[in-house]
């Protein structure tokens, strides 16, 4: 099973870090001379501490996220013998259940999680089948079916609590592994084909549960601690949806379906706020940087990115002359500009605050014309590698709110077909029986799009461009349900 490590800054691979090193200090600092005050402006986080004076942040953000959190409502619990090998091999996941407080699960999954898909599957996917239609698909489902039970259940709890865990005691945070996501995409994704496989043999009641497991399972992953595991769970949630969608405009759901899985959607938990990651987990990175750098040297703190990069020789940097609480001031400031665009009301409002970190990062970039400049402080060069285009990310967590409601209101548009024999002529009339006001576009704040066509309908958001396509077409980035009854 292929290990993936954390990814600060939503992709910090794409963002530079291929090509990033740093020559040896003149006067790296001693462990027992302080360099930095340990503060909220400065460290962030106050602890906890290690030996040499900096912020374990790995454990500060095990410690903030483990909150409130049982191995009775911990889904990630379940998760985990899901995804992996049972006995687990000694390692990575060993030291996962010991920090979860558990003994490593000795029985069941013997069978290991297919990396690759089998044929048929795209289409397994995508519309409700029968085993004679894709017997690959129903062969590679059959051994998965203890797996998949397993996330079933885990779905039902409401709180997701993945520890991180370092190989060795001295790996920095950025190097912290998630071997769990590869297992976890390949078995979203085989429980959604099996999904479609009941909706197909007309089990509308299981069809139902597994449906309404991925999307609570993605939301519940949003409350791991990085960026790219937010998205991850984004995407599962999306999974979810798509089926629930394909069985509401298809005619496949009888009305006490349909309520069932309003109901559920609803009751699911809450989505963790994109904006979250960077008050803690993805700020950590760079605030580890700097301290490591001010005690030991930025050639030693350089050496956790020596995987990711080549060699490149930039201009040493004085220790012990380097004002290293302002520069952990100056990483904070970005990361809470970060925090705060997404804090915004509006989707509009997100992007205007985005667009203005963006802008000053450019000013920054240019001035000192790249991140290989001898001019430029360390601290900016990592701001300039590592702070990311934030503009992609809470556009997929828009577009994760907008699919929710377009969801809910092919689920109501259904109930309506089957009580009036006909859609509505108009949104607005969903309402107060299944919303308390029509259906909005959170791309726009304004409603969403909507026609009826013969039997059937079109309901589409306009996506983040904010327009239709033209003479009402669809756009490339428009999301959009249809109805063709």
Same mark, same amino acid.
């Given at each position: 099973?292929?290990?993936?490590?954390?990814?600060?800054?939503?992709?910090?691979?794409?963002?530079?870090?291929?090509?990033?090193?740093?020559?040896?200090?003149?006067?790296?600092?001693?462990?027992?001379? !302080?360099?930095?005050?340990?503060?909220?402006?400065?460290?962030?986080?106050?602890?906890?501490?290690?030996?040499?004076?900096?912020?374990?942040? /790995?454990?500060?953000?095990?410690?903030?996220?483990?909150?409130?959190?049982?191995?009775?409502?911990?889904?990630? %619990?379940?998760?985990?013998?899901?995804?992996?090998?049972?006995?687990?091999?000694?390692?990575?996941?060993?030291?996962?259940?010991?920090?979860?407080?558990?003994?490593?699960?000795? *029985?069941?999954?013997?069978?290991?999680?297919?990396?690759?898909?089998?044929?048929?599957?795209?289409?397994? #996917?995508?519309?409700?089948?029968?085993?004679?239609?894709?017997?690959?698909?129903?062969?590679?489902?059959?051994?998965?079916?203890?797996?998949?039970?397993?996330?079933?259940?885990?779905?039902?709890?409401?709180?997701?609590?993945?520890?991180?865990?370092?190989?060795?005691?001295?790996?920095?945070?950025?190097?912290?592994? $998630?071997?769990?996501?590869?297992?976890?995409?390949?078995?979203?994704?085989? $429980?959604?084909?099996?999904?479609? #496989?009941?909706?197909?043999?007309?089990?509308?009641?299981?069809?139902?549960?597994?449906? /309404?497991?991925?999307?609570?399972?993605?939301?519940?992953?949003?409350?791991?601690?990085?960026?790219?595991?937010?998205?991850?769970?984004?995407?599962?949630?999306?999974?979810?949806?798509?089926? %629930?969608?394909?069985?509401?405009?298809?005619?496949?759901?009888?009305?006490?379906? +349909?309520?069932?899985?309003?109901?559920?959607?609803?009751?699911?938990?809450?989505?963790?706020?994109?904006?979250?990651?960077?008050?803690?987990?993805?700020?950590?990175? $760079?605030?580890?940087? #700097?301290?490591?750098?001010?005690?030991?040297?930025?050639?030693?703190?350089?050496?956790?990115?020596?995987?990711?990069?080549?060699?490149? +020789?930039?201009?040493?940097?004085?220790?012990?002359?380097?004002?290293?609480?302002?520069?952990?001031?100056?990483?904070?400031?970005?990361?809470?500009?970060?925090?705060?665009?997404?804090?915004? !009301?509006?989707?509009?409002?997100?992007?205007?605050?985005?667009?203005?970190?963006?802008?000053?990062?450019?000013?920054?970039?240019?001035?000192?014309?790249?991140?290989?400049?001898?001019?430029?402080?360390?601290?900016?060069?990592?701001? %300039? $590698?590592?702070?990311?285009?934030?503009?992609?990310?809470?556009?997929?967590?828009?577009?994760?709110?907008?699919?929710?409601?377009?969801?809910?209101?092919?689920?109501?548009?259904?109930?309506?077909?089957?009580?009036?024999?006909?859609?509505? !002529?108009?949104?607005?009339?969903?309402?107060?029986?299944?919303?308390?006001?029509?259906?909005?576009?959170?791309? *726009?704040?304004?409603?969403?799009?909507?026609?009826?066509?013969?039997?059937?309908?079109?309901?589409?958001?306009?996506?983040?461009?904010?327009?239709?396509?033209?003479?009402?077409?669809?756009?490339?980035?428009? #999301?959009?349900?249809?109805?063709?009854?």
């Amino acid at each position: 099973m292929r290990a993936t490590t954390v990814v600060v800054g939503c992709l910090v691979v794409v963002l530079g870090l291929t090509h990033f090193s740093w020559a040896d200090d003149p006067k790296p600092a001693a462990a027992d001379q !302080p360099r930095f005050k340990i503060a909220k402006e400065t460290t962030y986080v106050t602890g906890p501490v290690r030996p040499d004076g900096t912020i374990d942040y /790995v454990e500060a953000i095990n410690e903030r996220l483990s909150k409130g959190v049982t191995k009775e409502n911990n889904a990630a %619990i379940l998760m985990l013998e899901a995804v992996t090998d049972i006995p687990a091999p000694a390692g990575h996941y060993e030291r996962v259940w010991q920090k979860l407080g558990l003994p490593v699960p000795q *029985t069941a999954n013997n069978v290991p999680v297919p990396q690759a898909d089998p044929p048929g599957m795209d289409d397994a #996917l995508k519309h409700p089948w029968v085993a004679e239609k894709h017997p690959e698909v129903a062969h590679y489902l059959e051994p998965l079916e203890g797996r998949l039970n397993l996330m079933v259940e885990a779905s039902q709890r409401d709180h997701y609590y993945m520890p991180l865990v370092r190989e060795h005691d001295t790996d920095p945070l950025v190097s912290v592994l $998630l071997p769990h996501l590869s297992s976890q995409r390949h078995l979203v994704n085989a $429980l959604k084909a099996r999904a479609m #496989l009941r909706l197909g043999d007309e089990d509308i009641d299981a069809f139902c549960r597994d449906a /309404v497991a991925i999307v609570r399972l993605g939301r519940l992953m949003t409350h791991a601690p990085t960026l790219i595991e937010n998205l991850v769970g984004a995407a599962c949630e999306a999974n979810g949806l798509d089926a %629930i969608n394909t069985a509401a405009t298809g005619g496949w759901l009888p009305e006490a379906q +349909i309520d069932h899985l309003l109901k559920e959607l609803r009751a699911a938990p809450a989505p963790r706020q994109f904006y979250d990651v960077f008050e803690g987990g993805e700020r950590g990175f $760079l605030l580890e940087f #700097l301290q490591t750098a001010a005690v030991h040297g930025v050639a030693e703190a350089q050496k956790a990115l020596e995987p990711m990069r080549d060699k490149t +020789i930039l201009p040493p940097v004085d220790s012990a002359a380097k004002d290293w609480n302002a520069a952990m001031v100056k990483a904070n400031g970005w990361y809470d500009r970060l925090a705060d665009a997404g804090k915004q !009301p509006t989707h509009a409002a997100r992007m205007k605050a985005t667009n203005a970190v963006l802008h000053d990062l450019d000013a920054l970039k240019s001035k000192y014309a790249g991140w290989k400049s001898a001019f430029a402080p360390v601290e900016d060069r990592l701001i %300039i $590698l590592v702070v990311p285009s934030m503009e992609r990310a809470y556009t997929v967590e828009t577009r994760a709110a907008v699919q929710r409601e377009l969801t809910e209101t092919a689920l109501a548009l259904a109930a309506f077909h089957i009580k009036m024999g006909e859609y509505p !002529p108009e949104l607005r009339l969903l309402a107060p029986a299944y919303f308390k006001s029509e259906p909005i576009d959170g791309f *726009t704040d304004k409603p969403l799009t909507y026609r009826t066509e013969g039997k059937g309908y079109t309901l589409m958001s306009v996506g983040p461009d904010g327009q239709v396509g033209k003479q009402g077409a669809k756009a490339a980035d428009d #999301l959009t349900i249809e109805a063709m009854q």
